[in-house]
């Protein structure tokens, strides 16, 4: 909080100080926070935990193995998943996001709705996450 707080007051020319706070001892990028998010070790054990419990159609395993391919290859990729309620679009996201996050890949995921994105762990809305008016 008063990381986020001594940026705000910067753009002002002011300091934490100014007004008798601490200033933040580290003073980390939000590259360096997002980094440090999520443990590999941790992902891979959800992704183990997912494929045991809840295995993938060969339509999800497909989405899945295309996906995968073009973030170990750099590939510039935009995928939408879709599909009627119960159908395991839920289980795919974390899935894939749980495997990118395996590999320390930085990942960003957005519902079409704020109840959407409560299903799934830091999504957001496409609004809140690309700041549209």
């Known amino acids: 909080m008063l990381h986020n707080l001594s940026l705000k007051l910067k753009d002002s020319d ?3 100080s100014d007004y008798g706070l601490p200033e933040p001892e580290e003073n980390e990028t939000e590259l360096q ?3 440090i998010e999520y443990d590999p070790q941790q992902q891979t054990q959800l992704l183990q935990h997912l494929n045991e419990t809840t295995p993938n159609t060969l339509e ?3 989405i899945f193995n295309q ?3 073009s973030a170990v290859n750099k590939r510039k990729s935009m995928y ?3 599909g009627m309620g119960g159908s395991g ?3 795919l996201a ?3 996001l749980a495997a990118s996050r395996s590999m320390k890949y930085l990942c960003v995921g957005c519902a079409r709705t704020g109840l959407a994105a409560t299903n799934y762990d830091n999504f957001d809305t496409a609004h809140g996450l690309f700041k549209f008016q």
């Open 89 to 91: 679009k839920t289980t």
């Open 80 to 82: 939408f998943i879709q």
């Open 67 to 69: 996906i995968m391919d």
């Open 33 to 35: 926070r997002a980094l």
């Open 94 to 96: 974390k899935e894939i």
């Open 14 to 16: 002011k300091k934490l």
């Open 60 to 62: 999800q395993q497909e």
